[in-house]
Structures are given as C-alpha cells and as structure tokens.
C-alpha cells in the first residue's frame, strides 16, 4: 500500500515565526488533506488539496501531485496553533485513507 | 449546523466484553468513516458507510463490525475486546465517499481493562 511520511517529527517554534510542514506520499493518491489535532483530541480539517494552492487566513497549503508532496505552511505562529498536523491521502488502488505520522508542534510564548 | 456527534465520549470496558460506540453525522452527509488512533499505531482507518452500505475496510480483524442506519448515524461495534482495543476512535463525516472534506467528531475514549 501506499506510504506516507511527514517531516519534522516534531517542530519548536516560538510564537511568530514561520514553519514549513512537509508531507511525502509514494503513490498517485485521489485526495489529500491536512488535518490538525488539537492538544484536547479534537482533529479539525484545515484544507482538502489534492492538488494546487490554497490560503486560509495564516495558513496555506500546496500540493504537487506529480512529485508526490504537499506542504503546509503556517506564518506569524500563535500558541493555538500547538498541536499534532496531520496529512491523510486517499489510495487510488484501494479506496482507503491513510493518515502519516503527524508532525508534533509546540509553539512557546 | 450542529457538528459531527460521537457518543460516548469515555468508556471503560473489561476484556471480553463487547461495545458500541455511536456517531451522528453533519446534516446532510451521508458518509461516515470511522478511525482508530493509539500511540503506537497512530491513526487507522477503520471502514466507511455510504448510503447504509459498507464501501470499504482497513486491516482490522472481524471482532470490528460497524452499519449505518437510514438517517445516517453509524455505530460500530467490537466483540471480544483485548487490552490492545484501548484507543481513541474517531468518526468522520462527509457529504460523499472520501472524495470531499472530512470533518470528525471529539471521538470516543475507550480503555479496556
């Protein structure tokens, strides 16, 4: 099956700086999001991006999908934005969605 | 509109024992997924509904059954239950099959003792 990594495993920032989040996937995938989880549990979908630029206030999101990555990036960061990100891609073979492995983000005052 | 509703919220449950865990949809989606999140797995897919028909299924054992009802609401259930069930699992819902945006409920904790 398909596989999916993300880069870093785990990001410091202190609060206004900029990050760059990266998610790596090894085949051809119908669909790609970008989910984060909150330190309460609760995942939040931030955007659907199976290919192209997206913006949404502080965050964009890019997605190359002929090379098989998509970035996340997340400007002027806020101590709200401490949490787990996630990409999940759609499988084109099989149907399934698989979630990477999350980059841990911890943003200090 | 009300959001994706998972119920319970925590559950404590003996090896052995069987469970049921329940998830009400966004108004108006008829796909539900649902998920298995631990530490050391990470984030699973488990199966989705559509339209009260099971579409597809992750690499969980039979003991992991789920159905949705006609209004949409999906349960799933696990007999038999292990220590390794321990989890938080997580429910989705969109308008159609894995191809919109997902949107997940607070999931359900369970622990299994």
């Known amino acids: 099956g398909i596989q999916v990594e993300q880069s870093p495993p785990d990001l410091i920032l202190q609060e206004g700086a900029n990050s760059t989040l990266r998610c790596n996937f090894s085949?051809?995938?119908?669909?790609l999001q970008w989910f984060h989880q909150n330190p309460w549990g609760q995942l939040i979908n931030l955007f659907y991006i199976p290919s192209g630029t997206k913006q949404n206030g502080r965050l964009s999101a890019t997605t190359v999908a002929t090379e098989r990555y998509s970035l996340l990036y997340i400007s002027s960061s806020q101590t709200t934005d401490s949490g787990v990100y996630f990409c999940a891609v759609e499988e084109t073979s099989y149907d399934k969605v698989i979630f990477g492995p999350g980059t841990s983000l911890s943003v200090i005052p | 509109k009300a959001g994706v509703t998972q119920t319970p919220r925590y559950l404590i449950k003996t090896r052995g024992q069987q469970v049921t865990l329940s998830c009400s949809p966004i108004s108006g989606h008829r796909s539900v997924s649902w998920y298995q999140q631990t530490p050391g797995q990470g984030l699973q897919f488990l199966f989705e509904y559509f339209s009260e028909t099971q579409r597809n299924k992750g690499n969980f054992p039979g003991r992991f059954s789920g159905r949705q009802f006609s209004n949409s609401r999906s349960e799933m259930n696990v007999s038999t239950l292990e220590l390794g069930d321990s989890a938080l699992y997580l429910c989705?819902?969109?308008?159609?099959?894995?191809?919109?945006?997902?949107?997940f409920g607070q999931g359900t904790r369970l622990t299994v003792v």
């Open positions: 085949d051809s995938v119908n669909n």
């Open positions: 989705a819902s969109s308008l159609t099959p894995m191809n919109t945006e997902a949107f």
